[in-house]
C-alpha cells in the first residue's frame, strides 16, 4: 500500500501507487463522513456503480469521472517526475 497515514487526520494521504490507493482514499473519506456509496455517488456526480468500482480498484475506470470524485471530496492531484537518481527532492522546491 501506497498511502501514509497524515498525522493530524485519520484519512491515508499521501503517494499513490496503484488504483487501489484511490480506492482506498476515497472508500475511507467517505466512511468518515458515514456516507453510503449512493449519497457520496449523489455527491460527485457519478454513479454509484461508478463509486464501488473506484472503491474496489477497478484499472479501467475512467480518468475524468476519477478526477471528478477527488475534487468533489476536495482533494488535488499532483504529478511529479520520478528520478531515482535525485529521490526525495520536491519539484516544487527545485524551480525555486
Known amino acids: 500500500m501506497g498511502l501514509a497515514v497524515s498525522d493530524t487526520n485519520i484519512l491515508p494521504y499521501?503517494?499513490?501507487l496503484s488504483v487501489d490507493d484511490i480506492g482506498r482514499l476515497v472508500r475511507s473519506h467517505r466512511?468518515?463522513?458515514s456516507a453510503t456509496q449512493a449519497d457520496?455517488?449523489?455527491l460527485c456526480g457519478v454513479g454509484v456503480r461508478f463509486i464501488s468500482e473506484l472503491e474496489n480498484g477497478k484499472t479501467t475506470i475512467e480518468l475524468g469521472k476519477a478526477l471528478q470524485v477527488l475534487?468533489?471530496?476536495g482533494l488535488e492531484?499532483?504529478?511529479q517526475p520520478r528520478?531515482?537518481?535525485r529521490s526525495g527532492i520536491d519539484v516544487?522546491?527545485?524551480?525555486g
Open 14 to 16: 499521501g503517494k499513490i
Open 92 to 95: 516544487n522546491e527545485a524551480k
Open 40 to 42: 457520496f455517488a449523489a
Open 71 to 73: 475534487k468533489s471530496l
Open 77 to 79: 492531484v499532483y504529478i
Open 83 to 85: 528520478d531515482w537518481k
Open 31 to 33: 466512511k468518515s463522513q
